[in-house]
Nanobody, 120 residues
Framework: VQLVESGGGLVQPGGSLRLSCAASGFSFSTYWMYWVRRAPGKGLEWVSIIRPHDSYTYYADTVKGRFTVSRDNAKNTLYLQMNSMKSEETAVYYC??????????????WGKGTQVTVAS
């Protein structure tokens, strides 16, 4: 099983970035998929969730209206479009998945993360 994030980097406040997560080794289309992040010196924070089958989405209040999660089941890929980014969103962003909906620390699979730095 692999989850490989990409697309991180340096972006200015107010800017945009698109993260991707390539999944392999499991039935991606049947899994709940999540983006979570860890800011420097802070704990894990869930950012967004996308359901299998109907791709219904959920967002943390802090990102609602600015971030968009999507999935391409044909390509086994998860995405996170991040707009109007803020400096406090500097973090390592992780792609995670679970077969049934569960809480932050119980996900089945984790990627290694991609660093996102929001700074001028």
């Amino acid at each position: 099983v692999q989850l490989v994030e990409s697309g991180g980097g340096l972006v200015q406040p107010g800017g945009s970035l698109r993260l991707s997560c390539a999944a392999s080794g499991f039935s991606f289309s049947t899994y709940w998929m999540y983006w979570v992040r860890r800011a420097p010196g802070k704990g894990l924070e869930w950012v967004s969730i996308i359901r299998p089958h109907d791709s219904y989405t959920y967002y943390a209040d802090t990102v609602k209206g600015r971030f968009t999660v999507s999935r391409d089941n044909a390509k086994n890929t998860l995405y996170l479009q991040m707009n109007s980014m803020k400096s406090e969103e500097t973090a390592v962003y992780y792609c995670t998945g679970s077969y049934v909906y569960t809480t932050l620390t119980e996900y089945d699979y984790w990627g290694k993360g991609t660093q996102v730095t929001v700074a001028s």
